[in-house]
Nanobody
Framework: QFKLVESGGGLVQPGGSLRLSCGAP????????IGWFRQAPGKEREGVSC????????NYADSVKGRFTISRDNAAKTVYLQMNNLNPEDTAVYYC???????????????????????WGQGTQVTVSS
């Protein structure tokens, strides 16, 4: 059992960038697929991106393609979500989730469903506003 911790959120102007981090202090995330989700006020939680433990290409929601990049730093036991050219519609609480050892992100769906993951973080607030 471990807890995921997100960091890197904050207030940024439109067009700006943030890098979110997802880690589990003392635990290795290498074997798990990692998903990023977000939930804006009054809206349902939605999948943003998915990265496999090994193999496959990351997936991105259409709304963030070309602006967000998910990556792993296995040495640092951290997964990142680099977010560029942010706009007010990106304002949300961002969550990472880990689980499903061996799962490969694929074209069938953006990411496993929230409940399919085994571990979840508490979220980090991203606010895009001038």
């Amino acid at each position: 059992q471990f807890k995921l911790v997100e960091s890197g959120g904050g207030l940024v102007q439109p067009g700006g960038s943030l890098r979110l981090s997802c880690g589990a202090p003392g635990f290795n995330l290498d074997y798990y697929v990692i998903g990023w989700f977000r939930q804006a006020p009054g809206k349902e939680r939605e999948g943003v991106s998915c990265i496999s433990s090994v193999g496959g290409d990351p997936n991105y929601a259409d709304s963030v393609k070309g602006r967000f990049t998910i990556s792993r730093d296995n040495a640092a036991k951290t997964v990142y979500l680099q977010m560029n050219n942010l706009n007010p519609e990106d304002t949300a609480v961002y969550y990472c989730a880990a689980g499903i050892p061996g799962y490969v992100c694929n074209d069938d769906r953006l990411t496993p469903e929230w409940h399919e993951y085994d571990y979840w973080g508490q979220g980090t607030q991203v606010t895009v506003s001038s």
